[in-house]
């Protein structure tokens, strides 16, 4: 039996660094369009995203995260992903469903891609999120989750196969 969305998952692996190429403005609106329907806590549709493409404004983004910020650089997109607080608890939740959806949209479009954290990371001077938030002009009231990195891959991994999953990780009706 196909399943498109298996083969695009085991072929997904996190690629920190980027041929530098722009993305193409079409790929990278289809890219989004798969974001916007990642499903959401209440249907209240909280997150929202920032696209950055200017390598100086990447670079900018890099020094927010005092570690493990500078994989992005490189990348033809970053886009921001942030959470408006007002609509509950599933915060984080909300923005990791639609970053995972980014993360298999870009490997449909053969673009490599890369999360960084963001939340609960340190800064420069202030927290990541602060000087994300700053740097971008957030409003109050928003939470940067994380950052995610696309581009040409300029790195190749060996996807997964059938033999790397643990079959065992799963159980049936209890543990």
Known sequence: MENRLFELATARRSVRRYTGEAIHPDVLGEIMKVALTA????????????????????????????????????????????????????????????????????????????????????????TSDEEVRGLLGVPDGYAVLNLIALGGKAERKQGYTESDYDKGKIHCEQY
């Open 39 to 126: 499903p959401c806590s209440f249907g209240h549709r909280p997150v929202e995203f920032v696209v950055v493409q200017d390598a100086e404004r990447i670079r900018a983004l890099a020094a927010c995260k005092s570690l493990g910020g500078t994989q992005i650089i490189g990348a033809g997109a970053v886009i921001v992903v942030m959470v408006k607080l007002d609509r509950g608890e599933f915060w984080i939740e909300d923005g990791a469903i639609a970053s995972a959806y980014l993360l298999l949209a870009a490997e449909q479009y053969g673009l490599g891609a890369c999360w960084v954290h963001i939340r609960n990371r340190t800064g420069q001077r202030k």
